[in-house]
Structures are given as structure tokens and as C-alpha cells.
């Protein structure tokens, strides 16, 4: 699979996720010839069960183990939900998600399996806006908001740091990280643009990285 999940908190274990384009790519292509697609209510709950668990609360009524476990199942349910469904568009480029090049693979980089989170959460927010607005936006503000409010859990109980995500925080605190959503929107709308040209970007998660 291209997630996979073990514990890395000592006090509330969490799953750690290490995820490579091509990985993947093979991995969803083989889930969806052996499974039917994933269906708007199934992923709401698969992102709520997300939400109640992925920030390590102390208050969860389930163990560890089964958190860790129920964290992991959710992610591939969104993961597969974002790649496969006509109803959500997914910005991944770089502009997006900064903590996370897909194209290059991040189990080299820092804290891969908090980035790895981190992305789980932010497609999460990104699914569940676009699913209660009952449009397609790429726009990666909602994604952004879910995805930091797990930083700054993991940041607080594990004393973890990275630099990119902390730039997305210091905007969220100072007030400028929703112009800088719909900034960073138009960037990757801009390189999809110049890649493909006008309507020619790929329907499904759109990443600016992924271009030829």
C-alpha cells in the first residue's frame, strides 16, 4: 500500500504514512479493481472517524491500537474518494501542499509520517467543504484549516516542527492564509494552464507537479 501506518506518539500512538507518486498510483489502481468506488456518505463517515481521532486526543473512548488502526482505514477511504470521485477537484501541487512533493516521494524528508498526516488531514477538509457546498473548488483553504488544526496537535504533544506548514500556520495567525489560498489557487491554475493549455489540465486531483 502507499500508506502505512505505525505508531510514532509514546503517549497516543498515530499512524505514519509514507506515500510516493508512483506507489501510490498502483496501489489506488489496484483498490479500485477489487472494491466498488467509494460513495459521498461513505467517505463523510470515513472523515469523521478521521476528525475523531487523527489529533490524538486524550479523551478518545477507543485504545490506541484500535485509533491508530481506524485512522489509517479512514485515510485510504479519502485518499481513494479524492482520486476516484467526479464530485471533488483536488489542488496537490506544490503551491498546495508545500510539506509534501508527491512527485519526488516524501519518506526522505523530515517527519515524513507527520507529513504524511498532515496530507490525510487536508484532503479530509478539502473533501468534506467541497461535499457540503455541493461544488467542485480547488481552492485549498478548507483543506488548509482541517490540515493545521492536526499540526498544531502534533506540534504541542510531540514537539514537532516543519518549516512549511509552520509558514501556513504564521499566515492562518496573522489573518492572510485565505487570500494566500486563493493565491496559491491561481498559481497552480496558471502552471496547469501553460502545461495544458486552456482546459486541457487533468479532471481529478490537479497538481501542478504532476506536469510532463
Request: charged content about 20%; aromatic content about 6%.
Amino acid at each position: 500500500m502507499g500508506a502505512v501506518g505505525f505508531p510514532f506518539w509514546a503517549s497516543y500512538p498515530m499512524p505514519r504514512f509514507i506515500l510516493r507518486a508512483s506507489a501510490l498510483a498502483l496501489a489506488i489502481a489496484a483498490q479500485a479493481r477489487a472494491s466498488p468506488p467509494v460513495s459521498s456518505a461513505q467517505v463523510l463517515d470515513a472523515i469523521r472517524v478521521f476528525e475523531a481521532n487523527a489529533s490524538g486526543s486524550l479523551t478518545s473512548a477507543k485504545p490506541a491500537d484500535e485509533a491508530n488502526a481506524a485512522v489509517a482505514r479512514a485515510s485510504n477511504t479519502i485518499l481513494r474518494y479524492s482520486l476516484e470521485s467526479d464530485s471533488v477537484v483536488v489542488d496537490m501541487g506544490n503551491d498546495s501542499v508545500p510539506w509534501c512533493d508527491l512527485k519526488k516521494g516524501i519518506s526522505d524528508l523530515p517527519h515524513s509520517g507527520e507529513r504524511g498526516l498532515l496530507l490525510a488531514a487536508y484532503l479530509a477538509g478539502s473533501v468534506k467543504a467541497q461535499l457540503q457546498s455541493g461544488k467542485q473548488d480547488p481552492n485549498p483553504y478548507p483543506g488548509w484549516v482541517a490540515m493545521l488544526r492536526v499540526y498544531r496537535a502534533v506540534k504541542m504533544r510531540e514537539g514537532v516542527t516543519i518549516p512549511e506548514v509552520d509558514s501556513l500556520l504564521g499566515r492562518q495567525m496573522d489573518g492572510t492564509l485565505e487570500s494566500y489560498a486563493a493565491a496559491a489557487v491561481q498559481r497552480s491554475t496558471d502552471s496547469l494552464r501553460r502545461a495544458y493549455g486552456p482546459g486541457g489540465a487533468p479532471r481529478q486531483i490537479e497538481t501542478a507537479s504532476s506536469q510532463p
